[in-house]
C-alpha cells in the first residue's frame, strides 16, 4: 500500500472515529437530562466554592497594643500578610502595629509564631501562639512557653484564652470564618500572672 493510500485510510478512520465520539456524548447528554422537567442540580468548581469548615486554612492575626516592641518571628506558616513568599521575622511596633499570617499543615498547628519582647532589666521573654483547624475536631489554639505550658483549648466561634506574665497579658480570640478559620491574638501590658497548664497533648494530640 502507498503512503498516500495509509494517510487516506488514516483521516478517514479518524473521521469515523470523531463522528462516533460525538454521537456517543450526545446519548450520553440527553440520557443525563431530567424527565420532570426540572433541571439537574448545579454543580460549583473548586475554584468558585468556599472550602467547607473542616478544610480550611487557619489565619492568626497578631495586634500588639503594648507600650514597648514586640517581635512576632512566624515559624509554620503558608503566607504572611497574603505574601506566600514571605519568609522573614516580622517586628511589630507598640501602638497597634499587626501583622497576619496563614497556613494548612497535616500535623499541627497550622501556623504559629515565637513572641519575644525585652523586659526592663534587659531579659528576652518567649511565648508562642499557635492554633490549627483539624478535619474532624473543633479548631483548636493555645500560648505556651518553651516547655508547652501555659494555656490551651478547643474554641468555637466568639471563645477565647488568655495568658498574663506579670508584664504582657495575650488574648488569644478566634473570630467568625473568613475564607480561613480566623483567630486574632491582642497584646496589652498587664502585672497579672496567669496559671500555666501542661498544655503537650493540645499541641501533639494522642
Known amino acids: 500500500m502507498t503512503p498516500s493510500k495509509t494517510r487516506g485510510y488514516v483521516r ?25 422537567g426540572g433541571s439537574a442540580e448545579p454543580t460549583s468548581s473548586p475554584a468558585s466554592a ?28 503558608d503566607g504572611i500578610n497574603g505574601d506566600p513568599n514571605a519568609d522573614y521575622v516580622v517586628g511589630l511596633t507598640a501602638n497597634g502595629g499587626s501583622v497576619c499570617a496563614d497556613g494548612w499543615y497535616s500535623s499541627p ?8 519582647y525585652m ?14 483547624n483539624r478535619a474532624f475536631d473543633p479548631p483548636n489554639g493555645r500560648i505556651m512557653d518553651d516547655g508547652k ?5 478547643e474554641f468555637d466561634v466568639g471563645s477565647g484564652l488568655n495568658l498574663a506574665d506579670g508584664v504582657k497579658s495575650f488574648a488569644l480570640t478566634r473570630n467568625a470564618d473568613s475564607g ?11 502585672s497579672d500572672v496567669s496559671q500555666k497548664y501542661d498544655c503537650r497533648n493540645s499541641y501533639y494530640p494522642d
Do not use: M
Request: aromatic letters at 8%; hydrophobic letters at 40%.
Open 12 to 36: 478517514q478512520f479518524g473521521i469515523s472515529s470523531l463522528v462516533l465520539a460525538t454521537s456517543l456524548l450526545a446519548v450520553g447528554a440527553l440520557s443525563g437530562c431530567t424527565t420532570n
Open 50 to 77: 468556599e472550602r467547607q469548615a473542616g478544610e480550611k486554612s487557619t489565619r492568626l492575626c497578631i495586634q500588639n497594643d503594648s507600650t514597648t516592641e514586640v517581635t512576632a518571628s512566624f515559624n509554620r506558616f
Open 109 to 116: 498547628p497550622d501556623v504559629s509564631a515565637d513572641l519575644i
Open 119 to 132: 523586659t526592663g532589666d534587659g531579659k528576652f521573654v518567649t511565648w508562642q501562639v499557635s492554633a490549627e
Open 149 to 153: 505550658n501555659g494555656v490551651c483549648r
Open 180 to 190: 480561613f478559620i480566623e483567630f486574632r491574638l491582642t497584646i496589652a501590658d498587664s
